[in-house]
């Protein structure tokens, strides 16, 4: 299967035509700026390669006007797999060149054991593969720290992981180039790519399920840091060891915002103030519910954890100026019970022009953004330049050996 070259012009083109095809040839050269002659060869060669297909004709003008062939990306040129590695589950599924999921798989996710939970992936991506295709390219979102460099997963704590090579294996296994990121910064890319190219560029995302976790966007652009670790609020201590409310947390330390907040932290501070429902297993769904049929108990409850979040909201606001914090993970099925606190405690806590513009709403992938995450990143992988992730740092990275030269490209 062809592979596109990322940054090449190649790509660009391409990227043009997934964006907005159906084009016209004259089109792309508007679009793109390149002569008419690059343009003849670059769309030949993407037909030939199987990448592009014509689709028909547009005429022009009223009355007989020139007529035109138009492009589009041949949808069934290539698949993707997209990959969520969460703590309790992952989750495969396989899409078309537009990145539209075709089939999709869940199993219990393996703990403790990288190579078994690789294992289970390739297994999963074969069962797929042999229904659908091969895959050209594979995204991996993984809930932990991914260094941008080398791609390795340097500590996943609701994995139970410690410097796994997670995309080199999974690459190696399925013989694809996979890139790896931290779930909550691919996230904040898949909604970024939800957007129209003129809507609002600085985002910053609050996710909070088991883990905890903030991805920024700031002028169209991932922030990733010196190794790719930016955003790793959940894990800022904000309780003393010896607070009351201090308790352990996942990643090992003590009083982490994750282990004030996070789904746990919301089960066991239910149970501490005795919410419960008769026969029902407790969990942040179950505790929204509550509030929702007028518990005062859970009410009280999610507005100490709105605050506490809109706390983290604030210091985002202040530190990058976003125009959209949105927030994601189990707690956002809470809605404006949650979010009205929040929206409050961030008014509260920050300067008003910092906040004159600001809006702070739920995800618009909702329960699907993990997967779209992995989705858009696999895109990326293959070619498809993907809004918010621009920058070459981002390119020669997390690929599997020998393949690093087909998708890194330059
Ligand atoms: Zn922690």
């Known amino acids: 299967m062809a592979q ?75 698949r993707v797999v997209g990959v969520h590695l969460g703590g309790t589950r992952t989750s495969v599924a396989i899409t078309d060149t537009f990145g539209r999921v075709l089939d999709a798989r869940s199993r219990p996710t393996v703990r403790r054991r990288p190579d078994e939970s690789v294992a289970r992936v390739a297994e999963m991506i074969g069962e797929l593969s042999a229904e659908h295709g091969a ?52 996230m904040a890319v898949a909604e970024m790519a939800q957007l129209r190219p003129d809507e609002r560029m600085t985002l910053a995302m609050l996710y909070v399920g088991t883990g905890v976790g903030t991805a920024l966007i700031t002028d169209g652009n991932l922030l990733r840091g010196a190794r790719g670790l930016a955003g790793e609020l959940g894990h800022l201590q904000v309780r003393d060891p010896g607070d009351p409310e201090a308790v352990k947390c996942a990643c090992g330390r003590v009083g982490c915002l994750e282990s004030l907040v996070g789904a746990d932290a919301i089960v066991r501070r239910a149970t501490q103030r005795g919410i419960a429902a008769a026969g029902r297993r407790l969990t942040p769904e179950l505790v929204g519910e509550l509030a929702s049929d007028g518990d005062a108990a859970a009410r009280s409850l999610i507005q100490d954890i ?69 989705i858009t990143l696999a895109l990326q992988a293959l070619g498809v330049p993907v809004r918010g992730l621009s920058g070459s740092a981002w390119r020669s990275q997390v690929l599997p050996v020998g393949e690093a030269a087909v998708a890194a490209g330059d």
Request: proline share 5%.
């Open 4 to 78: 596109l070259k990322q940054g090449t012009t190649a790509a660009r083109v391409f990227g043009e035509i997934w964006h907005h095809g159906p084009l016209s040839r004259s089109e792309l050269v508007a679009l793109t700026g390149l002569t008419k002659s690059t343009v003849f060869q670059l769309t030949e060669d993407l037909q030939r390669d199987g990448l592009v297909v014509e689709t028909g004709l547009r005429t022009s003008g009223s009355q007989g006007g020139r007529r035109a062939t138009l492009l589009q990306a041949n949808p069934d040129a290539v």
């Open 306 to 374: 709105a605050v506490e979040m809109g706390e983290a909201a604030a210091a985002l606001v202040q530190l990058t100026n976003p125009d959209t914090v949105v927030v994601a993970g189990s707690v956002a099925s809470m809605g404006d019970m949650l979010l009205d606190p929040l929206r409050e405690t961030v008014v509260r806590r920050t300067q008003p022009e910092l906040r004159e513009s600001l809006d702070v709403r739920r995800s618009l992938l909702d329960n699907q953004g993990k997967l779209r995450g992995a």
């Open 135 to 186: 895959p050209s390219a594979v995204g991996v979102a993984v809930p932990g720290l991914i260094d941008r460099d080398t791609g390795l997963c340097l500590v996943a704590p609701n994995l139970g992981w410690r410097d796994v090579p997670v995309a080199t294996l999974i690459g190696e296994a399925v013989q694809a180039p996979t890139i790896a990121l931290n779930t909550v910064q691919a």
